[in-house]
């Protein structure tokens, strides 16, 4: 620091002082000739600013150069006399130094010394002009001694001032020299911290290049990935979704992770048959087989599980097949695009055991029905037996020739059967269509349900396959219904109750359609072939007692004995026969359940023959009486009763009996 170089001069002196010893300003001194005792002070200058004033350390050499120069130029002012075209030294000592005050010259011997001064210690004799000419050295001299007049213009005065203050200025100095040590650490912790910046720098500039790679390599990848992302996407498959595949329950989200490994069974199966092969699909083959082994190993675990949940007791069939089958059917069509032959067992096994489980249910719902009482019509029932020869069974009125309300089961709305346990504790009794309703609406219930279970599961897009698995699984049910139908009818003689099922049996028929479920057309078609035949036997059995009645009896004789009136000839009355009230009621609740007979059927044949048989009854019996005219009315009161009973039906084959009625009324109308 610049305090250094005046650390060694401690006591000032109003004397001049000796060459070693200088007083506490911070300004070099002048050379010795300038004594300071006799230096005044400038006016406008203060001891205390000029004394602390700093100097550069640069200003040292000049210093020294002025002081060797100045002494060279009194030597040379003693000893010659300069040219008169050269200035005076000391003038220009003067101008570079200034003027110093006026002193009283002496001469000594030979020489010329000014009065106070003492001669340097040592004089400089080369002075490095530092490359400059006269002048221009000169200037700038003399712009250093401007710089220096402050502090050559020192008084004795001041230098007592700055002693009385010395502690002062120690203490000055000694702090100073603190914040000197504290700036050179202060330093050196800048020159480290620049240091260190450095580094720093060099890191950036590294990182700066790294992050320009990345960002180069980032983009590539980028582009790579568009290019390549969708290729690589098809066939690679999820962690997740092979941890789901293998370990997760079978629920909607394995349904999911299925169809996602079927998708990606379906690209690489693609690819591999293409002919540009990649070796990703090669490396992916064996891991999405192994998988697809597994998932196809998980479904037949679960298929199998529902099958065997179907043969527990009380379970019923179509909760299992909504909620469990229909709701996983993908496993099953999973099952047939990757292993036909297990899924084929599967299927089979589902089969079976839907076969023992109708078998099953609809024997005891038959045994159930068979527990019914029900109304028992045989020969003693036909037209024309006498009441003597009938016979009620279980106590229950019937009718085998009235209609009644029988015919409100082809109109109810309720299309539900009765369960097994209602048929098996009613106590009532019923006819025979009855029991036949119920089982076939539970047959064609069932059978709807299973067949749409069978083409949304196993078959979608084949008819053919359904039909024949459906009539695997329900030929049992359909044998066992022939089977009861032909229990129900095969002895009785009840006409309205086996056309009631026949009409039954059509209605099931449209109901089937409506459904479209073609697979039981079959049985319905079984089913009338047993009804018809039996509906014309029975037209056969009353056509037969009629006639047996005509053949076996004389017009007198049956007139006395089938006459609603007495035996007297003269007494008979032409009121209409016992008869033709039941035929009237035979005829209207045939017709009335033929309103929408078609043309083919067997009932206009049977009515005719039925209808020749009583008229030729009629005209047998009507012989008995001796009066023409009495005659003619007993016909006409016959023909009119039963016109008049099938007076309310409405059907084509309704209007052709009532005009063959009409006409016959017409023609007795002159009887009355």
């Known amino acids: ?70 002494g060279s130029a009194l030597k040379y002012s003693v000893a010659n006399t300069p040219p008169s075209n050269i200035a005076d030294p000391l003038q220009v000592l003067e101008n570079i130094i200034g003027a110093p005050p006026k002193l009283q010259r002496q001469t000594q011997g030979n020489g010329v010394y000014l009065a106070g001064s003492s001669r340097p210690a040592e004089i400089q004799e080369d002075v490095d002009f530092q490359a400059l000419s006269l002048q221009d050295f000169v200037r700038s001299a003399a712009d250093t001694r401007t710089s220096r007049i402050g502090v050559e213009s020192y008084s004795k005065q001041s230098v007592n001032e700055y002693d009385k203050e010395k502690d002062k200025f120690e203490d000055l100095h000694r702090s100073i020299l603190a914040c000197d040590d504290v700036l050179n650490s202060v330093e050196t912790y800048l020159t480290s911290f620049q240091k260190d910046l450095g580094v720093v720098s060099a890191e950036i500039e590294t990182l700066q290049s790294r992050s320009t790679a990345l960002n180069t390599k980032l983009e590539n990848r980028k582009t790579v990935e568009k290019l390549l992302g969708p290729a690589i996407e098809e066939i690679s498959i999820s962690p997740a979704v092979v941890r789901k595949i293998s370990e997760g329950p079978i629920d909607e989200q394995w349904i999911k992770a299925l169809e996602e490994v079927d998708k990606r069974s379906k690209a690489i199966e693609a690819k591999s048959r293409s002919q540009n092969k990649v070796r990703a699909v090669k490396d992916v083959e064996p891991l999405l087989e192994n998988l697809t082994n597994k998932a196809l190993e998980r479904i037949r675990d679960f298929l199998v599980a529902q099958i065997k949940a179907l043969r ?226 029975i037209m056969d059995m009353h056509c037969q007692s009629i006639q047996r009645m005509t053949a076996t009896s004389s017009s007198r004789s049956t007139a006395s004995a089938l006459s609603l009136t007495t035996a007297d000839s003269s007494k008979q009355s032409a009121a209409p026969h016992s008869l033709a009230q039941r035929f009237g009621q035979l005829l209207q609740g045939i017709l009335a359940l033929s309103s929408e007979a078609g043309d083919d059927e067997p009932v206009s044949n049977s009515l005719s023959r039925l209808r020749n048989d009583f008229e030729a009854f009629l005209t047998k019996l009507s012989k008995g009486f001796g009066d023409a005219r009495k005659r003619d009315r007993f016909l006409y009161n016959n023909y009119s009763l039963v016109l008049t009973i099938i007076s309310d039906t409405a059907s084509k084959l309704a209007e052709e009996q009532k005009q063959h009625y009409e006409r016959l009324k017409d023609a007795f109308v002159d009887g009355r």
């Open 312 to 537: 527990s007791p009380n379970i019923n069939a179509q909760i299992i097949q909504q909620q469990t089958f229909i709701q996983y059917k993908e496993l099953y069509a999973f099952l047939a695009r990757h292993h036909p032959k297990l899924a084929e067992e599967i299927g089979q096994a589902y089969i079976n055991t839907m076969r023992w489980y109708y078998t099953d249910h609809f024997q005891r719902y038959q045994k159930a029905l068979e527990k019914m009482t029900l109304h028992s019509m045989d020969k003693h029932d036909v037209l024309a037996q006498t009441e003597s020869g009938r016979k009620v069974i279980g106590a229950a009125p019937r009718d085998a020739t009235n209609l009644g309300r029988r015919i409100d089961l082809l109109k109810t709305s309720n299309q539900t059967a009765l369960t097994s346990y209602v048929a098996g504790e009613d106590r009532s009794t019923h006819y025979l269509e009855v029991p036949f309703r119920n089982y076939n609406l539970a047959l064609v219930d069932n059978a709807s349900a299973e067949y749409s279970f069978l083409m949304e599961f196993f078959f979608p897009n084949s008819l053919h396959q359904v039909s024949r698995k459906f009539i695997e699984i329900f030929e049992p049910v359909f044998a066992i219904g022939r089977s009861y139908t032909r229990q129900l009818v095969d002895a009785t003689a009840d006409a309205l109750g086996v056309l009631l099922c026949v009409r039954l049996n059509q209605h099931f028929a449209f109901e089937l359609q409506r459904r479209k479920v073609p697979t039981v057309d079959s049985y319905i078609n079984g089913i009338n072939m047993l009804l018809w035949p039996r509906f014309q036997i």
């Open 1 to 70: 620091m610049w305090l250094d170089r005046f650390s060694g001069h401690s006591t000032p002196s109003g004397s001049p002082p000796p060459p070693q010893s200088r007083s506490y300003s911070p300004a070099p001194r002048r050379s010795s000739h300038l004594a300071p005792g006799a230096i005044q002070n400038r006016p406008g200058l203060t001891p205390r600013s000029s004394s602390l004033t700093p100097l550069p350390n640069n200003t040292t050499p000049s210093h020294q150069s002025f002081r060797a120069s100045n």
